[in-house]
């Protein structure tokens, strides 16, 4: 089973910026989709994006125009980068890696003036 970290979440303005990255154990990280999730207080897990190993990507709508995911596979990372936030991006954000079906435990993201 690949084990995921996150990080990079926190409280930001309204406007700003955010960078999340997961880190991924185990050596199938590079053939398999990785995808961030996220889940608002007393809703679903919803998809954000997602990125195949050839690096093509898909987001939800909501996000399009503001997110970027990337991943760097001889690292075994991937990121999310988030412009433009706004209050209804508030989220607990999952990095998730679909060979395995694992998930991280998540980081909070916050944005409040």
């Known amino acids: 089973q690949v084990q995921l970290v996150e990080s990079g979440g926190g409280l930001v303005q309204p406007g700003g910026s955010l960078r999340l990255s997961c880190a991924a154990s185990?050596?199938?990280?590079?053939?398999?989709?990785m995808g961030w999730y996220r889940q608002a207080p007393g809703k679903q897990r919803d998809l954000v994006a997602n990125i195949d190993y050839g690096g093509i990507t898909n987001y939800a709508e909501s996000v399009k125009g503001r997110f970027t995911i990337s991943r760097d596979n001889a690292k075994n990372m991937v990121y999310l980068q988030m412009n433009s936030l706004k209050p209804e991006d508030t989220a607990v954000y999952y990095c998730?890696?679909?060979?395995?079906?694992?998930w991280g435990r998540g980081t909070q993201v916050t944005v409040s003036s």
């Open positions: 998730y890696h679909y060979q395995s079906r694992s």
């Open positions: 185990g050596s199938i990280f590079s053939l398999s989709h």
